[in-house]
T-cell receptor, first 114, second 112 residues
Framework: DTEVTQTPKHLVMGMTNKKSLKCEQHMGHRAMYWYKQKAKKPPELMFVYSYEKLSINESVPSRFSPECPNSSLLNLHLHALQPEDSALYLC?????????????FGEGSRLTVL | DAKTTQPPSMDCAEGRAANLPCNHSTISGNEYVYWYRQIHSQGPQYIIHGLKNNETNEMASLIITEDRKSSTLILPHATLRDTAVYYCIVRAPTGTASKLTFGTGTRLQVTL
């Protein structure tokens, strides 16, 4: 299994809603990542988890709250988002956080904030 | 991580080789060169990476100049399905979690 699975594929939420994005991998990878991608722009790194601990936060607003309950699962909790937060949210994983190697990306969750 | 420069767009005829250049003149000795691509509305896909030597896999070849200041990704027989944005990224091993930072990439259009 070389897949990173993201759910839901599409999400529409109001600015007062609380929702979560989920990411799962069963490759035994110990690093997991959240990226945000706006239309026609490259992906931008948001968070990196290394061995289930948050190791990089790219100054992301607190309305985005990541969580890594175990080595296979990564969540992104969303609360009080703004319309400008509408984007494709990509999850990725890699085998060893410190050694350069392949990042496996999911297909993304497309978020629309009304 | 070193910055990379890529042309914004390129065209290639189907069946021909696509040669995508990348400049990384400030690369450090321990930084690897990575290539990813992103087909429309999909997640990025790893293609290949290398440090000094040329690399080849089932998808592509990576040619790194001797001074390591530039590289070229070669898709030997481009098909319509290779139409995508191609990202050249430079990244160093850190011993801890490190970033993979995407630049603006090259939009490759493969045509009949």
């Amino acid at each position: 299994d070389t897949e990173v699975t993201q759910t839901p594929k599409h999400l529409v939420m109001g600015m007062t809603n609380k929702k979560s994005l989920k990411c799962e991998q069963h490759m035994g990878h110990r690093a997991m990542y959240w990226y945000k991608q706006k239309a026609k722009k490259p992906p931008e790194l948001m968070f990196v988890y290394s061995y289930e601990k948050l190791s990089i936060n790219e100054s992301v607003p607190s309305r985005f709250s990541p969580e890594c309950p175990n080595s296979s699962l990564l969540n992104l909790h969303l609360h009080a988002l703004q319309p400008e937060d509408s984007a494709l949210y990509l999850c990725a994983s890699s085998q060893d956080p410190g050694i350069p190697g392949e990042l496996f990306f999911g297909e993304g969750s497309r978020l629309t904030v009304l | 991580d070193a910055k990379t420069t890529q042309p914004p767009s390129m065209d290639c005829a189907e069946g021909r080789a696509a040669n995508l250049p990348c400049n990384h003149s400030t690369i450090s000795g321990n930084e690897y060169v990575y290539w990813y691509r992103q087909i429309h509305s999909q997640g990025p896909q790893y293609i290949i990476h290398g440090l000094k030597n040329n690399e080849t896999n089932e998808m592509a070849s990576l040619i790194i100049t001797e001074d390591r200041k530039s590289s070229t990704l070669i898709l030997p027989h481009a098909t319509l399905r290779d139409t995508a944005v191609y990202y050249c990224i430079v990244r160093a091993p850190t011993g801890t979690a490190s970033k993979l930072t995407f630049g603006t990439g090259t939009r490759l259009q493969v045509t009949l």
